[in-house]
């Protein structure tokens, strides 16, 4: 079975999918809760990013940019598809 994102809505007991999901009745499934972040500007985007430390994140980072990136874009180029 191959791994599914879908968005629900928890009731207070069980998790209300927000559309049908193809699975036979007593299957076990693995949930991992992320709550949904709603943005209404790219300033809440940005205060929600420096909320959970992102910005800023490699601001220590030794290595020059130039050599970053191509060792970077190395790396995306041997991923399979």
């Known amino acids: 079975m191959r791994d ?3 968005e629900a809505e928890f ?5 209300i ?3 049908p ?3 036979p009745a007593g ?3 693995r949930l991992i ?5 709603q943005v209404q500007s790219g300033a809440d985007l940005v205060e929600y990013w420096r ?3 992102v910005i800023g994140i490699w601001a220590d980072r030794k290595a020059d940019r130039p050599h970053l990136a191509r060792h970077l874009r190395r ?3 041997k991923r399979a598809p």
């Not at 009731?11 to 998790?15: E, I, Y």
């Open 11 to 15: 009731d207070g007991h069980s998790f």
């Open 75 to 77: 790396r995306a180029e």
């Open 4 to 6: 599914l994102i879908v």
């Open 17 to 19: 999918t927000r559309e």
């Open 21 to 23: 999901i193809d699975l």
């Open 51 to 53: 909320r959970a430390q």
């Open 27 to 29: 299957q076990r499934v």
């Open 33 to 37: 809760v992320q709550p949904v972040i």
